[in-house]
């Protein structure tokens, strides 16, 4: 009865994300049809910000600029992989999307026309149940003031090498949280889909309802660092798997700076 159960909620959240998308593929073609080929004939990423193929196009990258928000950025590969539930994600020798993802940061900065503090900054990518496209992609955002405020006053409970679940909700939803020590040059140095998929219960067989953010800080022990913050697709609690929920893309964070 609870895998029937189960199997009706999962089909009532894809019926949900279905009917939330309008055109699943726009992404995948701007990749496709117009940086890719861009690049590759004139040496240009337009319209993307960026085009990677250092590593072949199976394993680069694009940075694009989101038509919502003034700094909102999407960082996506340049293969066809449709979002988290990917295998190519956890893969032992998967490209770092997620450290490029941080890196590009810093088109943020170049657009607003000043540096932004690295706690202002955040990623995420949503579930299978939360987003509206079908190309995986990363988004470089500003952090929401209030989970800002909010992972701050709990950011030294957060452990190292385990996920715990925050005692707050952010922005109306329970998540996990695991601390990771900032690597070698501000790198992120280490894959967060892994850190899920090895490191929460279950998760391997359902990535598909899983969504990750991140957000920067640093802990009371004087290292940087960054909490990655995981939530679960759940109907019962209204819960799409959406960490995009986490950012802010009108940047009020960098009101008065």
Known sequence: MKR??????GALLVVASIQARADSDALWRIIDTRCVPHQEQQGTPAPCAQVDLSQGRERGYVVLKDINGPLQYLVMPTAR?????SPAFIAPNAPDYWGEAWEARRFMA????????????SLAVNSKYGRSQNQAHIHVSCVDPVVHQQVEVLKDLVPVGQWKTLPVKLSGNRYLARRVNAATGDRVGVNPFRLIAEGIPGARSEMERYSLG??????G?????FILLATRADLLSANRGHAEELQDHDCRILENR
Not at 4 to 9: A, H, I, K, P
Not at 81 to 85: M, P
Not at 214 to 219: A, D, I, P, Y
């Open 221 to 225: 022990d004087g290292r940087d660092g």
């Open 81 to 85: 992989i449709t979002g988290i539930e």
């Open 214 to 219: 991140m957000l920067v800080t640093r802990f």
């Open 4 to 9: 029937v159960w189960q199997g009706v909620l």
């Open 110 to 121: 170049e657009k607003l026309g000043r540096e932004i503090p690295r706690e202002r900054v």
